[in-house]
């Protein structure tokens, strides 16, 4: 059984760089999925953020490409996300994914708890 | 606002069915991209209850059905239980200048 946990602070100050890493238990991050982030701020829907693949190939939303950088470390099993210039709007519950791609839209199967992050100084 | 539009809520009487529409257009559902279904309890992570428009995942019950028509999709749930009370999101891929996997607004489902 495949479990991914998040983890990281849960306080950012506005105009510093959000960080969270996923780890993948129970199964490899080098298998044939693609790993990705999505997030939900409080009271509201899923946003898509990015994902990787154990290669390093990454796809990101376009609306937070800019700010976005996910990376994958294989030795330990996990990846990562980081936020930069984050504001009062990136607060959210972030969630990692695992991405089953058989067609061209993937669909998430393994989901971690997630992890609330508030954006305040 | 996302591309992908939900009815804020649907509501029925245990036994009943209830469909979750999920509307597109020619640039994600109507350019042939799949629909994913999901379902997220309170205070709990989404969960996978339909896959490639129509697939249930082992362990989901065939109380849950999905279907795919032109630029829509749509989630029945017969035989409406308590434990079916939560929010569920419709998921797929865009393909205009943002492209972008999408998720749907997401729609409240109340047991009356």
């Known amino acids: 059984q495949v479990q991914l946990q998040e983890s990281g602070p849960g306080l950012v100050k506005p105009s510093g760089t959000l960080s969270l890493t996923c780890a993948v238990s129970g199964g490899s991050i080098s298998s044939s999925n693609w790993w990705s982030w999505v997030r939900q701020p409080p009271g509201k829907g899923l946003e898509w953020i990015g994902e990787?693949?154990?290669?390093?190939?990454?796809n990101y939303n376009p609306s937070l490409k800019s700010r976005v950088t996910i990376s994958v470390d294989k030795s330990k099993n996990q990846f990562s996300l980081k936020l930069s210039s984050v504001t009062a709007a990136d607060t959210a519950v972030y969630y990692c994914?695992?991405?089953?791609?058989?067609?061209?839209?993937?669909?998430?199967?393994?989901w971690g708890q997630g992890t609330l992050v508030t954006v305040s100084s | 606002q996302s591309v992908l539009t939900q009815p804020p809520s649907v509501s029925g009487a245990p036994g009943q069915r209830v469909t979750i529409s999920c509307t597109g257009s020619?640039?994600?559902?109507?350019?042939?991209?799949?629909v994913h279904w999901y379902q997220q309890l309170p205070g709990t992570a989404p969960k996978l209850l339909i896959y490639g428009n129509s697939n249930r995942p082992s362990g989901v019950p065939d109380r849950f059905s999905g279907s795919k028509s032109g630029t829509s999709a749509s989630l029945a749930i017969t035989g409406l239980q308590a434990e079916d009370e939560a929010d569920y999101y419709c998921?797929?891929?865009?393909?205009?200048?943002?492209?972008?996997?999408?998720f749907g607004t997401g729609t409240k489902v109340t047991v009356l």
């Open positions: 020619s640039s994600n559902i109507g350019a042939g991209y799949d």
């Open positions: 994914a695992r991405g089953v791609v058989v067609a061209a839209t993937p669909w998430y199967d393994y």
């Open positions: 998921q797929s891929y865009d393909s205009s200048l943002s492209a972008s996997y999408v």
């Open positions: 990787i693949y154990h290669s390093g190939s990454t």
